[in-house]
């Protein structure tokens, strides 16, 4: 088999596919979406494909990856490995409809019949997120993640620590102790302040603490971990096996969020989730992106043992009449029910992308890029 041709497309509300044609008639999709750069993710794609895969056998998964790697000089960073990230999820997408069996049989097989999906729930005020909690949990989720604080904060002041445990009391009131709740510090505030946060958040038993730092500042986990019991995570801004391999290895968390479209792809991390294994950390992949890449991340859920809970952006309880979903032929896809899904039993993938959507949307003019946010003092602040 060999390659012939790629598209890639740009469509809303932020998302990158990626088509790869066959000379058999086979065609593959990936995603590399990288939220805010997609111009360059999709001319960082286009690079490899015109000077390296074109003619040659999808067959050969790991030699392409070593070569999209270890064949450039300058390497790593978010643009190339989302690139990696949707070409290597589309060549798999082609070994399965090659084989004809989905992409989970062929990295092992099912180590779990589903997996949770969690859903993000917003509000400023303690009574908004409350109410969105309570709406998720009639949706059927169990898992739940809320921002700790809002946009503006530096969290400098006694008032900043007290809405945030406000908001987390009520919605851990709303939904009684047998729903999980993931509180995410986006790596907004400072190192000194997450301390506290930590530690004034702790008695309303969040399931982790995502991004307690950013990425920059790993050093300072265990003196957040001193100020909680709540389990740490983190790993949505981090791209390859060798950005995990040092918090792995001294378990500076206790939940790695990789995210198979900005990290290298299903091959990348497979392997990011069994070292995980190795060091007692579960895996809880990031996916706040389109479907593909979510069908890239339910393929991996089968077959990774340490997996916890699948992230998702996709109003995924409510398939029928949902746009973000009808870039799928079919957006029952994923199976919701009671709170999890499954990954899809057909070939590769397990998931028809509806191309003619996908090419009408492309015609759009695409180019989202997050707000940037000012503290009080016109000082930028973290998004
Ligand atoms: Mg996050």
Request: aromatic share 8%.
């Amino acid at each position: 088999m060999e390659i012939t041709d790629y598209q890639v497309f740009s469509v809303p509300p932020r998302w990158v596919f990626l088509r790869l044609e066959t000379d058999t008639g086979l065609v593959g999709w990936g995603e590399a979406t990288l939220a805010g750069h997609s111009k360059a993710t999709v001319a960082a794609v286009e690079t490899v494909m015109d000077h390296y895969l074109l003619g040659k056998d999808p067959m050969e998964i790991e030699r392409h990856w070593q070569a999209m790697y270890r064949g450039q000089y300058f390497r790593d960073g978010p643009i190339l490995m989302s690139a990696i990230g949707g070409i290597d999820t589309a060549l798999w997408d082609l070994k399965g409809k090659h084989f004809g069996a989905p992409v989970y049989e062929l990295l092992g097989g099912r180590a779990r019949d589903h997996i949770d999906v969690y859903q993000w729930i917003g509000g400023e005020s303690a009574s908004a997120v409350s109410d969105a909690a309570a709406d998720a949990v009639e949706n059927g989720y169990d898992v739940l993640k809320m921002e700790a604080v809002a946009h503006t904060e530096r969290l400098d002041s006694p008032e900043t620590i007290e809405r945030a445990r406000e908001r987390v009391a009520a919605v851990r009131e709303e939904v009684g102790e047998r729903i999980d709740l993931v509180v995410d510090f986006s790596g907004r505030v400072t190192t000194g302040a997450a301390k506290r946060l930590a530690a004034a958040l702790d008695e309303y038993d969040p399931m982790f603490y995502e991004e307690p730092v950013r990425p920059a500042h790993f050093e300072a986990l265990p003196k957040i971990e001193a100020h909680a019991t709540t389990p740490l995570g983190t790993g949505e801004r981090l791209y390859s096996r060798w950005a995990f391999q040092d918090i792995i290895e001294d378990r500076l968390v206790d939940v790695i969020q990789p995210d198979p479209s900005s990290a290298g792809g299903i091959s990348e991390v497979k392997k990011i989730a069994n070292a995980a294994e190795t060091a007692d950390i579960s895996v809880s992949l990031h996916s706040p992106f389109g479907p593909i890449a979510f069908a890239a991340c339910l393929q991996l859920d089968m077959v990774v043992p340490n997996a916890l809970a699948q992230g998702q952006d996709l109003e995924i309880h409510d398939p029928e009449d949902n746009d973000l979903l009808r870039y799928l032929r079919d957006p029952t896809a994923f199976g919701f029910e009671d709170g999890h899904v499954r990954a899809p039993d057909g070939p590769g993938l397990g998931i028809t992308v509806n191309e003619e959507y996908v090419r009408q949307q492309a015609q759009l003019d695409v180019d989202w890029q997050n707000p940037i946010w000012y503290h009080d003092d016109g000082s930028i602040a973290e998004w």
